[in-house]
T-cell receptor
Framework: NAGVTQTPKFQVLKTGQSMTLQCAQD?????MSWYRQDPGMGLRLIHY???????DQGEVPNGYNVSRSTTEDFPLRLLSAAPSQTSVYFC??????????FGPGTRLTVT | AQRVTQPEKLLSVFKGAPVELKCNYS??????LFWYVQYSRQRLQLLLR??SRESIKGFTADLNKGETSFHLKKPFAQEEDSAMYYC????????????FGTGTQLKVEL
């Protein structure tokens, strides 16, 4: 199993550009989530999904959209990038017993 | 609202010394707590969870509901323990949200 995969690993955007961070898992987990990791702030939940077709907001959802059309994929869309969205983004999926598996992360810089 | 506090940003210890990484939480419900670790250039991974009461890589953590704490301990630090450690609290109906602390960087010096 590949586990949780994320693409791209690195990305530089200009303010106002849009892009999609990809996340996929091959463990058939219903629950998936997106976090951002910022120095001194730990990991903060952006959005999560409890199954295909169901998403909900986390702690810091503004500026991000998600959708979940399949169990495997959970893309994160930045609609109009801002410098405040410069961060490392982690996707995760979780077992029914709440063990969470993380992807390798995407390092995003917005100039 | 739920909150996880890790008061130390950086903890530096010598090899062979005991380690204690502090974690305090605030949550009105029954807590489920975890420790995650992130080694250099690796992804976050689960270290241990309180309900399993396991010892992983020599680390243990006991939930103290009276003090609302879940400190991570190891009697003898090893160089390979150097990493970023995050305490996390599972909250919400159906356990839908994992709230993380700000993390503690552990540095084990020779």
């Amino acid at each position: 199993n590949a586990g949780v995969t994320q693409t791209p690993k690195f990305q530089v955007l200009k303010t106002g550009q849009s892009m999609t961070l990809q996340c996929a898992q091959d463990m058939n987990h219903e629950y998936m989530s997106w976090y951002r990791q910022d120095p001194g702030m730990g990991l903060r939940l952006i959005h999560y999904s409890v199954g295909a077709g169901i998403t909900d907001q986390g702690e810091v959802p503004n500026g991000y959209n998600v959708s979940r059309s399949t169990t495997e994929d959970f893309p994160l869309r930045l609609l109009s990038a801002a410098p405040s969205q410069t961060s490392v983004y982690f996707c995760a999926s979780r077992t029914s017993s709440y063990e969470q598996y993380f992807g390798p992360g995407t390092r995003l810089t917005v100039t | 609202a739920q909150r996880v506090t890790q008061p130390e940003k950086l903890l530096s210890v010598f090899k062979g010394a005991p380690v204690e990484l502090k974690c305090n939480y605030s949550y009105s419900g029954s807590p489920e707590l975890f420790w995650y670790v992130q080694y250099s250039r690796q992804r976050l991974q689960l270290l241990l969870r309180h309900i399993s009461r396991e010892s992983i890589k020599g680390f243990t953590a006991d939930l103290n509901k009276g003090e609302t704490s879940f400190h991570l301990k190891k009697p003898f630090a090893q160089e390979e323990d150097s990493a970023m450690y995050y305490c996390a609290l599972l909250v919400g109906g159906g356990g839908n949200k994992l709230t993380f602390g700000t993390g503690t960087q552990l540095k084990v010096e020779l």
